[in-house]
């Protein structure tokens, strides 16, 4: 059996994340059981949600326990089988977490799951055509419902979610407004996406001044809103809200550090009549089918083109998580392992 570089949860953060939670060790995989396979992992994907499992505070989830492999969605290849239904040479997406290889009991429920890579490259299973494509998804289509002619807006437009939040919402008929860090994102966010706008919450001191600005790229104002950010960002776009707008509250990654998010006026939910709900799309396995088909159609036919921000080597994963956290990558974060 092949020998395995991990990487660990070594001890907790105070604040931000820093690489020295994380440690290094290389172990041996061991000996595969009746029902269980070995997969070699081609990529692991790094998602924000990791920040907070870093954390021993309360959650909708465990916290990831230290001195065990860091938890996340990997894709990769069967390279040992004791499982009828999985042969060597096989595809799957699974969550391996932060290490080479990782042996799977294959007859648990959702352990490890075959994917077709003749229209679809195998990494998009971890961004567009995975957990993020499908939590675009349930947003958009389970919580704000939009009607052709809306106006949505998404905050980390440029990311694994809000890219696939653009092109769902156009496939919708909507007008669709991004709202990225810095230019280049924003340029990519419209030209590249296909986004009717982008606004950069970087050029503005604070909310009022990003509310404008949104005012100009949603002159109907705003029907829908995808949260992924909090705090000035959700402050400018309540202001914007139309009456009987929906927003769906994804994630607050403003505040992953651990500092509060207050909001300004949270009476705007009820003059403008708002619907404000959060989610967590591993709690919502029943839509992930009907999701998935829908997002591989729009990445097999070009309508949605999603970017990667590709890690080389495990060893590069602490540095990059990091960097994910402080905007550094431009659409979904990987680390490709072989
Ligand atoms: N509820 C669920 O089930 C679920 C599932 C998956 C993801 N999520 C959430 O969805 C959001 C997006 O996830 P993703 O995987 O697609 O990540 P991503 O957007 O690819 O990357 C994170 C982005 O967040 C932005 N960001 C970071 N710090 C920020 C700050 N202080 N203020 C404003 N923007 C900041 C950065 O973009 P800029 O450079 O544009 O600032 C960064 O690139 C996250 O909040 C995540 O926790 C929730």
């Known amino acids: 059996m092949p020998s395995n570089q991990q990487i660990l949860l070594d001890n907790r953060p105070e604040g931000e994340a820093t690489t020295s939670n994380f440690k290094l060790v290389t172990t041996d995989t061991p000996a595969l059981q ?3 396979v070995l997969v070699r992992h081609h990529y692991l994907s790094l998602d924000p949600y990791m920040r907070g499992r870093m954390n021993d505070s309360k959650s909708y989830a465990q916290p990831q326990p230290l001195g065990e492999v860091m938890i996340g969605g990997t894709v990769g290849e069967v390279v040992e089988s004791r499982h009828p239904k999985f042969a060597v040479g096989d595809k799957v997406v699974g969550m391996g977490g932060w290490q080479q290889y990782s042996v799977v009991d294959a007859n648990q429920p959702g ?3 075959k994917v077709d890579t003749t229209h679809v490259p195998l990494s998009h299973y971890l961004g567009a055509v995975g957990m993020p494509g499908v939590t675009a998804w349930y947003g958009l289509v389970k919580i704000i419902n ?3 002619g809306e106006t949505m807006v998404v905050s980390a437009a440029a990311g694994a979610v809000g890219s696939a939040f653009g092109a769902l919402a156009k496939a919708r008929g909507c007008r669709v407004v991004g709202i990225a ?3 280049d994102k924003c340029d990519y966010v419209v030209n590249e996406l296909g986004f009717d706008a982008c606004v950069d919450y970087k050029e503005h001191k604070d909310a009022i001044s990003l509310s404008k600005a949104l005012k100009q790229a949603c002159p109907k104002g705003i029907d829908g809103y995808f949260e992924n950010v909090g705090g000035m960002v959700l402050d400018a776009v309540l202001l914007r809200m139309n009456a009987f707008g929906r927003i769906a509250v994804c994630g607050m990654i403003a505040g992953y550090n651990g500092q509060p998010l207050p909001l300004a006026n949270p009476a705007l939910i009820l003059v403008s009549r708002l619907k404000v709900e959060g989610f967590i799309v591993s709690e919502h396995m ?4 009907e999701a998935l088909k829908e997002l591989g159609t729009l990445v097999g036919t070009g309508k949605l083109r999603p970017r990667e ?4 080597g495990l060893a590069a994963a602490p540095e990059a998580f990091l960097g994910l956290l402080k905007g550094k990558n431009f659409g979904k974060q990987l680390v490709k392992l072989i």
């Open 34 to 36: 009746d029902g269980q």
């Open 111 to 113: 352990a490890v799951r």
């Open 146 to 148: 939009p009607k052709a």
């Open 181 to 183: 860090g810095g230019k």
């Open 309 to 312: 921000s590709v890690a080389q």
């Open 286 to 289: 029943e839509i992930w089918p």
